[in-house]
T-cell receptor, first 115, second 113 residues
Framework: AQSVTQLDSQVPVFEEAPVELRCNYS??????LFWYVQYPNQGLQLLLK??????LVKGINGFEAEFNKSQTSFHLRKPSVHISDTAEYFC?????????????FGQGTELSVKP | EAQVTQNPRYLITVTGKKLTVTCSQN?????MSWYRQDPGLGLRQIYY???????DKGDVPEGYKVSRKEKRNFPLILESPSPNQTSLYFC????????????FGSGTRLTVV
């Protein structure tokens, strides 16, 4: 069975500092990996996704993530955060066509950017 | 604009009073799904639908019903809501291959007292 673990429930950081949000997954088969962002009182918005190919994936708002198959990780990074990046971030894994391409989500990481 | 529309955004109801949360998408997606979001638990799938008249249980289906009579609509029905169904609900749609991920609605915050 697939599962997703986000290793930090809260990450406080100062503005313009770098940040890494950690995500580990478990799956016995090839998967698709996603990061979503949820701003306060809004739905989830796709940040980036890994399907295949290059292990470094670039997304919107300056975020990027690296797929590491040997460590089964998909950590999200940004070299310099802004106040507007304050949000909750969800890592998710999807697999094939089964169950409508079901996504399994991690528990979420609350990123809090302080001035 | 491509979107998933949920209504209402906020709802307070009493235990046992039947309610429906509507969901509609304009992207001609075959696949639709309902998730609930609870603190510390992330998002958990309630029900999903792979096409018209085809629905199936997700991970937490107890206390919920769905229907898919038309491709664009996927309402979530709570026949007899209970306080443990107080949560934030999201409808999502997808092309369904797993590679596309989901497009999410803005959410419905339900409180059952």
């Amino acid at each position: 069975a697939q599962s997703v673990t986000q290793l930090d429930s809260q990450v406080p950081v100062f503005e313009e500092a770098p940040v890494e949000l950690r995500c580990n997954y478990s799956s016995s088969v090839s998967v698709y990996l996603f990061w979503y962002v949820q701003y306060p009182n809004q739905g989830l918005q796709l940040l980036l996704k890994y399907l295949s190919g290059s292990t470094l994936v670039k997304g919107i708002n300056g975020f990027e993530a690296e797929f590491n198959k040997s460590q089964t990780s998909f950590h999200l990074r940004k070299p310099s955060v802004h106040i507007s990046d304050t949000a909750e971030y969800f890592c998710a894994v999807g697999k094939g066509h089964n169950q409508g391409g079901k996504l399994i989500f991690g528990q979420g990481t609350e990123l809090s950017v302080k001035p | 604009e491509a979107q998933v529309t949920q209504n209402p955004r906020y709802l307070i109801t009493v235990t046992g009073k039947k309610l429906t949360v509507t969901c509609s998408q304009n992207m001609n997606h075959e696949y639709m799904s309902w998730y609930r979001q609870d603190p510390g638990l992330g998002l958990r799938q309630i029900y999903y639908s792979m096409n018209v008249e085809v629905t199936d249980k997700g991970d937490v289906p107890e206390g919920y019903k769905v229907s898919r009579k038309e491709k664009r609509n996927f309402p979530l029905i709570l026949e007899s809501p209970s306080p443990n169904q107080t949560s934030l609900y999201f409808c999502a749609s997808s092309l369904g291959t797993g590679a596309h991920g989901y497009t999410f609605g803005s959410g419905t915050r339900l409180t059952v007292v």
